[in-house]
């Protein structure tokens, strides 16, 4: 996370990008109040003067907002405060509307928010917001890992890609038809496919990636603790030689 940037998330339905939002900005809350935060050792974390939001759904019928309304309400308010030292957290940036306005939308919204220096966090479904964070220098994709055999979540972010929605696999687990599926298939453009293929392709590729390197560390801490019990072995049998 950088002032100036924003780091676009993507991937599935339940794969954890509304909990990631929700963690930076508790984190960041926390941070502020002294409250030490769950990370590894060696992680850092700028100081936010502002924790700025768009997360969940504020429709009100007594206020006319739609959903859509609701969030540019929220939007606008976000876009007059944010400076440096902002963190800016937004879910489903634009979603709601029609796709091609709502992605023209959402990748002015993230330019602004860049020329006040703030730092942003976005989560999208767009391809084309994917297509373009992935050409623009301010902009960040990054994944959340889908375990395309289980259908399950990893809860891992991998960054420089972009995630696929795996919408039609998410709505199979949650009990849509097959044949509904199957036809929902059908319907895709062939290029989207074997793109959202190719994405899935390079997921799995990437925790395979992961899952070796977790295996190699194993590896080598347990090579370096045999190795120490050794020197510790050959230090006692010279002192017991002297």
């Not at 400076?83 to 306005?101: F, K, N, Q, R, Y």
Request: glycine share 6%; charged share 25%; net charge negative.
């Amino acid at each position: 996370l950088q002032p100036a940037h924003t780091l676009l998330i993507s991937g599935p339905n339940a794969g954890g990008k509304t909990v990631l939002l929700k963690t930076v900005g508790l984190f960041a809350l926390m941070l502020r109040a002294g409250i030490p935060i769950c990370v590894d050792s060696d992680s850092s974390m700028d100081m936010f003067e502002n924790v700025l939001s768009d997360i969940g759904d504020d429709q009100s019928i007594e206020l006319a907002l739609s959903t859509f309304s609701a969030h540019m309400k929220n939007i606008a308010g976000v876009l007059d405060d944010a400076t440096l030292g902002s963190i800016v957290l937004l879910d489903e940036l634009c979603a709601g509307t029609d796709p091609v306005e709502g992605t023209a939308l959402a990748a002015a919204i993230m330019d602004k928010l860049n020329q006040r220096n703030a730092t942003t966090v976005a989560t999208t479904h767009f391809d084309t917001l994917k297509s373009y964070a992935q050409d623009n220098t301010s902009c960040t994709n990054g994944a959340m890992g889908f375990d395309a055999t289980t259908s399950r979540p990893t809860y891992r972010i991998h960054s420089g890609v972009p995630g696929s929605s795996s919408a039609l696999k998410v709505a199979a687990q949650y009990g849509i038809p097959p044949a509904v599926i199957a036809d929902a298939k059908e319907r895709i453009p062939e290029g989207m496919r074997r793109l959202s293929m190719a994405v899935e392709a390079l997921e799995k590729a990437q925790e395979d990636a992961q899952s070796e390197r977790r295996a190699l560390i194993s590896d080598r801490n347990s090579a370096q603790k045999a190795q120490r019990k050794f020197e510790d072995e050959l230090a006692r049998l010279k002192s017991s030689e002297e």
